[in-house]
Nanobody, 120 residues
């Protein structure tokens, strides 16, 4: 089992910055990737970025060059530095942890979400 707790959301004007944090606990040694998803009102949840246990990072195109994901090698904490925010970034942001078992079988864990609101 893995527990995820996000923090750092809030209200910011367009062009501003926010930093999200996610603290993982439990069986963190088994985590393969930590990442961030977001869900805007009336839209489906979408993947934003992730970081693997070997440090490799991936981003969705709309945030490349503006967002930076980072974390510790122990996969205990993951951050999302968000710069040059715009109204389209407004959403609830969820931390995600993936554990891959032989098979392969994927097990996803989710945090409770943190609201990010960008005013234009």
């Amino acid at each position: 089992q893995v527990q995820l707790v996000e923090s750092g959301g809030g209200f910011v004007q367009a062009g501003g910055s926010l930093r999200l944090s996610c603290a993982a606990s439990g069986s963190t040694f088994a985590i393969n990737t930590l990442g961030w998803y977001r869900q805007a009102p009336g839209k489906e949840r979408e993947w934003v970025a992730d970081i693997a246990s070997d440090g490799r990072t991936n981003y969705t195109n709309s945030v490349k060059g503006r967002f930076t994901i980072s974390g510790d090698n122990a996969m205990n904490t993951v951050y999302l530095q968000m710069n040059k925010l715009n109204a389209e970034d407004t959403a609830v942001y969820y931390c995600n942890a993936v554990i891959i078992y032989a098979g392969p079988y994927f097990l996803n864990y989710w945090g409770q979400g943190t609201q990010v609101t960008v005013s234009s």
